[in-house]
């Protein structure tokens, strides 16, 4: 089935830094990548979406400066928060719209701690 | 527009119970809806989805019923099991666009 890898797992980077999330489509081509951010005991939030080859759709209050998307090829968009601070500190996690009866991929998550 | 829960909800349930996890979406433009299971720590986990054209589907051991008059999702869960304990998320689509999540309700099993 479909697979999308996420790395980093986990990340604890220092307040000012920043830090690159990649996910990676292993046995698709991903045209369109969402990304989410998930606060402790609350939902999944939509920050971002990005399409190869053109420029990232975000959702409203998200900083496109302090959150970069590219996805420079059909299988990799990457997210990179720039300048971290400890409120970024959260569960990033992206989704590929799949294939087959399940409809959307996600992949395993990268807790962020910005300490 | 997007739901967002401050404090999920909790269900609890001894084992062997039915579970009802109920959810409210907020487009009706909306024809595609999965209901996710997430552990701590982990992604989104795929329970079981339903298009806008019907009003309920089975699984194993879970239902979900659909109700568009009132944009209302329920999840049904046969049998409860300490496994089952988690989060579960309702989310909803239209036409392949990025899901949008619930606020989500942490399901209790106790034994």
């Known amino acids: 089935g479909a697979v999308v890898s996420q790395h980093p797992s986990r990340v604890i980077c220092k307040s000012g830094t920043s830090v690159k999330i990649e996910c990676r489509s292993l046995d698709f081509q991903a045209t369109t990548m969402f990304w989410y951010r998930q606060f402790p005991k609350q939902s999944l939030m939509l920050m971002a979406t990005?399409?190869?080859?053109?420029?990232?759709?975000?959702e409203q209050g998200v900083e496109k400066d302090k959150f970069l998307i590219n996805h420079a090829s059909l299988t990799l968009s990457t997210l990179t928060v720039t300048s971290a601070h400890p409120e970024d500190s959260s569960f990033y996690i992206c989704s590929a719209p799949g294939r087959g009866a399940y409809g959307y991929t996600f992949g395993s998550g990268t807790r962020l701690t910005v300490v | 527009g997007e739901s967002v829960g401050l404090h999920l909800p909790t269900l609890s349930v001894q084992e062997g119970d039915n579970s009802i996890i109920n959810c409210a979406y907020s487009n009706s433009a909306s024809d595609y809806f999965i209901w996710y299971k997430q552990e701590s720590g982990k992604g989104p986990q795929f329970i079981i989805d339903i298009r806008s054209n019907m009003d309920k589907r089975q699984g194993q051991r879970v239902t979900v019923l659909l109700n568009k008059t009132v944009k209302h999702l329920s999840l049904q869960i046969a049998a409860t099991q300490p496994g089952d304990s988690a989060v579960y998320f309702c989310?909803?689509?239209?036409?392949?666009?990025?899901?949008?999540f619930g606020k989500g309700t942490t399901l209790s099993v106790s034994s």
């Open positions: 989310a909803e689509t239209q036409a392949g666009t990025a899901l949008i």
């Open positions: 990005s399409n190869e080859g053109s420029k990232a759709t975000y």
